[in-house]
């Protein structure tokens, strides 16, 4: 789990929350307007449908779930695998890593791993491996350009919703009432899309996006370590090449034993 974003997304509606129960007297009733949320959400959501195909847009759900809940293998334990996979290769050739396929937990692992022990050579595991990333940055793309669209609506609608409390307004200035629930709704509008977009659209795309690289980049390392198991190199040559991937302040940290 990305405790990261779970934390930023509660304090911040605790933020927001206190901030309207402490400057209203305690009562944050008001800032409930069920016309202002469906001008603000409804409106994003139809344009959004309007922009995307009905499967990509709920195919954000499934990314959005992934990029919170699902947690990338750390540098070290991915080196730390593929040296010792190196080392049972040279000694007993391929097929002996067949017994090692069921303690791992990554498919896409399980599948180069698999594709080395079939006698695939380096470079068609490059090609078929390298497309299942291309592909995997292609939906991580889609998942973040809608939450970037969501983003922009948000506020967009609630504009809209300005406007249109506004033209409630104006057209019964004789009533009273009917002036306080143009103001509510052309205020509130605004509130709900800058809301949305800021605290919740707008930074779930960027999170997206740095976890797209992030695990682009560990199955990157995945296949140069099994390209190289695959050329029959030593595993100490396969332990620097997947160093490559890493900054030099953290070699030392996630060094393999050989």
């Given at each position: 789990m990305d405790l990261a974003t779970i934390i930023g997304i509660t304090l911040g509606f605790f933020v927001i929350m206190f901030a309207i129960i402490g400057g209203?007297?305690?009562?944050?009733?008001?800032?409930?307007?069920?016309?202002?949320l469906a001008?603000?959400?409804?409106?994003?959501?139809?344009a959004t449908l309007i922009h995307f195909s009905l499967p990509q847009f709920l195919g954000i759900f499934?990314?959005?779930?992934?990029?919170?809940?699902?947690?990338?293998?750390?540098?070290s334990t991915s080196i730390q695998n593929m040296v010792n996979f190196a080392a049972i290769n040279r000694r007993d050739g391929a097929l002996a890593l067949e017994q090692e396929i069921g303690k791992l937990q990554d498919p896409f692992f399980v599948k180069g791993l698999q594709m080395l022990v079939d006698g695939q050579n380096d470079d068609s595991i490059r090609d078929i491996m390298s497309l299942e990333i291309d592909n995997l940055r292609i939906r991580h793309a889609t998942g973040k350009k809608i939450l970037e669209f969501m983003g922009a609506a948000a506020p967009a609608f609630g504009m809209i919703g300005t406007l249109i409390g506004l033209v409630q307004m104006l057209t019964n200035m004789s009533s009273p009432d009917s002036i306080g629930a143009g103001m509510a709704t052309a205020l509130l509008t605004t509130f709900y899309g800058a809301f949305a977009a800021n605290l919740v659209f707008i930074p779930l795309s960027g999170k997206l996006g740095i976890y797209s690289q992030d695990e682009a980049t560990s199955k990157e390392m995945i296949v140069e370590g099994l390209c190289a198991i695959a050329g029959g190199e030593n595993p100490t040559a396969v332990r620097e090449k997947m160093h490559a991937f890493i900054s030099h302040s953290r070699r030392k940290e996630v060094k393999a034993n050989i």
């Amino acid at each position: 789990m990305d405790l990261a974003t779970i934390i930023g997304i509660t304090l911040g509606f605790f933020v927001i929350m206190f901030a309207i129960i402490g400057g209203s007297g305690g009562s944050a009733a008001i800032f409930f307007n069920a016309p202002s949320l469906a001008i603000t959400i409804g409106g994003m959501i139809c344009a959004t449908l309007i922009h995307f195909s009905l499967p990509q847009f709920l195919g954000i759900f499934s990314i959005m779930k992934k990029t919170l809940f699902s947690k990338i293998p750390p540098p070290s334990t991915s080196i730390q695998n593929m040296v010792n996979f190196a080392a049972i290769n040279r000694r007993d050739g391929a097929l002996a890593l067949e017994q090692e396929i069921g303690k791992l937990q990554d498919p896409f692992f399980v599948k180069g791993l698999q594709m080395l022990v079939d006698g695939q050579n380096d470079d068609s595991i490059r090609d078929i491996m390298s497309l299942e990333i291309d592909n995997l940055r292609i939906r991580h793309a889609t998942g973040k350009k809608i939450l970037e669209f969501m983003g922009a609506a948000a506020p967009a609608f609630g504009m809209i919703g300005t406007l249109i409390g506004l033209v409630q307004m104006l057209t019964n200035m004789s009533s009273p009432d009917s002036i306080g629930a143009g103001m509510a709704t052309a205020l509130l509008t605004t509130f709900y899309g800058a809301f949305a977009a800021n605290l919740v659209f707008i930074p779930l795309s960027g999170k997206l996006g740095i976890y797209s690289q992030d695990e682009a980049t560990s199955k990157e390392m995945i296949v140069e370590g099994l390209c190289a198991i695959a050329g029959g190199e030593n595993p100490t040559a396969v332990r620097e090449k997947m160093h490559a991937f890493i900054s030099h302040s953290r070699r030392k940290e996630v060094k393999a034993n050989i």
